[in-house]
């Protein structure tokens, strides 16, 4: 039954019952009647309102891939200089010229505190003197107490500038000869390393001992051809200093004592592949790798490819400005902030 006609019922039950409150007239009683009786009739003529039910369609799983990078790991493991670096041609004369300034303000050189009169030592002092001109051993001819004692200056690039002209007349001041009843001694005076390696003179692009005064940084040579740095993937939730420590020992040996610097990378290279790479077991698309590197020092050892488990062919120690040479144009944009220039 529908609500109107309940209501309708009602209305009409009420007007048929003597009301003891007001009076009303036999035609207006009629004509209510009526009205009423009509409205009871199309409420009880009206059908019953149908319920409207929303259907909606089947959940299905999707079963598109999730695209995704590959995260990796990268170690810059670095060589820092063992020596100091060299001296621009400039900077060389102007250090020779504040030598020669420093001795024409100092006193006047006193030989016999040093030097007992009659000596071996004193023969061989006056014998020196007489060629350089001056007590100071790596300024070349020069007399600060002379007529030409102002002219202390170099042209930049003159000889007595080099360091290695300066050590030659170290050496040489060094040799103490003395005539005695004998023949004429000379002391042997140790000579230092030279600067210049047998590596740099060879080549050998593995030695650590090349480039004393520059960075060399491990670039090794993966199976398809390519040079870069040590990098792998990380295993599980493992963290980007533990996975450049494994990758080290995997890479290059436990030949190697290794210092990882820090927790966070120093840079990352991003590479997207030509075609993207479904792995069916996960359901992923990997679109590509991001690199994340690494900054690491060796402190000793050298680095052994033999039984690595990343399938490398062949490792170098490079500077920089060789590195470039070798590598790819777009990994180089990547890497090229993080090396350091020296």
């Known amino acids: ?3 109107g006609y309940s209501k309708g019922r009602r209305l009409v039950s009420q007007l048929n019952r003597p009301s003891p409150d007001f009076d009303i007239c036999g035609s207006c009683l009629v004509t209510l009647r ?4 009509t409205a009871t009739a199309t409420a009880a003529s009206s059908p019953e309102p149908i319920p ?65 009169k009659d000596t071996p030592a004193d023969i061989d002092w006056k014998k020196k003197i007489k060629e350089r001109l001056t007590p100071a051993r790596d300024i070349g001819v020069y007399n600060a107490y002379g007529k030409e004692g102002w002219n202390d200056e170099l042209l930049v690039g003159a000889k007595e500038s080099e360091p290695e002209m300066q050590v030659e007349a170290l050496l040489k001041d060094a040799e103490v000869e003395a005539e005695d009843e004998g023949p004429v001694k000379k002391e042997q005076v140790e000579k230092p390393m030279p600067r210049v390696s047998e590596a740099d003179k060879n080549g050998d692009m593995r ?36 996975g450049a420590e494994r990758l080290l020992v995997q890479a290059a040996g436990v030949n190697m004592n290794t210092w990882i610097v820090g927790h966070a990378p120093v840079g990352h290279h991003n590479l997207r592949y030509p075609q993207p790479r479904i792995e069916e077991e996960s359901n992923i698309e990997q679109l590509g790798e991001k690199t994340f590197f690494m900054k690491a020092r060796i402190m000793g050892g ?41």
């Open 207 to 242: 030695s650590l001992n090349r480039l004393m005064a520059r960075t060399l940084y491990l670039v090794v040579k993966g199976s398809e051809g390519g040079w870069g740095f040590p990098s792998g993937v990380l295993v599980g939730k493992e963290s980007l200093q533990r």
């Open 1 to 3: 039954m529908s609500r």
């Open 52 to 116: 409207i039910t929303q259907s909606n369609p089947p959940v299905t799983t999707a079963t598109a891939p999730h695209q995704a990078y590959q995260i990796k790991a990268g170690v810059v493991l670095s060589r820092p200089p063992i020596l100091t670096r060299d001296l621009h041609p400039f900077e060389k004369a102007f250090y020779l010229y504040q030598r020669r300034l420093n001795e024409r303000l100092a006193l006047p050189f006193t030989r016999y505190f040093y030097y007992q």
């Open 34 to 37: 009526r009205r009423y009786a």
């Open 302 to 342: 050298q680095a052994n490819l033999k039984d690595n488990k990343l399938g490398l062919a062949d490792f170098k120690w490079l500077a920089k400005e060789e590195l470039q040479k070798e590598v790819h144009p777009h990994f180089w944009n990547s890497v090229k902030n993080m090396l350091a220039e020296r």
